[in-house]
């Protein structure tokens, strides 16, 4: 069975600070992998995906991914954070098989601080 | 572009009245989903189109039924509404459920509770 887990409910970091949202994901064979922002009252965006290649993944407003197999995470970052990045965030994996669904994590609140 | 419209965006029913959200979405894609959101559960998977004409089950189908209606449009039926149902409700679209490496293309959501 696939899932995913964050471990973190909130995350406050100031701004210029580095931010990482952290993400663990269990699932049969490789995984795809995706990070979602979700501001107020807004659906989900897709911000990165990782499907192969490189574990470090650019996105969308400066943000990055890292994979990594042997500790099956797969942690946001972002170098310098801004106050415009508050929001919540969610980590969601996919198994290899067309049947897979796509599992979302219970999600992070990311908060940053003038 | 509107993407993926979602109706109504509020809604407040008694306990066992019915309900049709309605989905539609502008780019042609293939899969559609919905997911309700409850705080501190992430999204769960409600019931999923792959395709025109098809419809299964998700994580949490029990008192929803769906409905393809075409290639654009997927709603969401409460037949008799609970409690429990009370929750936001988020469709979302992506190209193919085969295509596993696309992601997912979110309505702004419907907040519905239920009294």
């Known amino acids: 069975a696939q899932s995913v887990a964050q471990p973190e409910d909130q995350v406050n970091v100031a701004e210029g600070n580095p931010l990482t949202v952290k993400c663990t994901y269990s699932v049969s064979g490789n995984p795809y992998l995706f990070w979602y922002v979700q501001y107020p009252n807004r659906g989900l965006q897709f911000l990165l995906k990782?499907?192969?290649?490189?574990?470090l993944v650019k996105g969308s407003y400066g943000f990055e991914a890292e994979f990594n197999k042997s500790q099956t995470s797969f942690h946001l970052k972002k170098p310098s954070a801004l106050v415009s990045d508050s929001a919540l965030y969610f980590c969601?994996?996919?198994?290899?098989?067309?049947?897979?669904?796509?599992?979302f994590g219970s999600g992070t609140r990311l908060s940053i601080r003038p | 572009n509107a993407g993926v419209t979602q109706t109504p965006k509020f809604q407040v029913l008694k306990t066992g009245q019915s309900m049709t959200l309605q989905c539609a979405q502008d780019m042609n894609h293939n899969s559609m989903y919905w997911y309700r959101q409850d705080p501190g559960m992430g999204l769960r998977l409600i019931y999923y189109s792959a395709s025109e004409g098809t419809t299964d089950k998700g994580e949490v189908p029990n008192g929803y039924n769906v409905s393809r209606l075409n290639k654009r449009e997927f709603s969401l039926r409460l037949e008799s509404a609970a409690p429990s149902q009370t929750s936001v409700y988020f469709c979302a679209s992506s190209e193919a459920q085969q295509a596993l490496g696309s992601p997912l293309h979110f309505g702004n959501g419907t907040r519905l509770t239920v009294t």
């Open positions: 990782y499907i192969t290649g490189d574990n």
């Open positions: 969601a994996v996919r198994g290899y098989s067309s049947a897979s669904k796509i599992i």
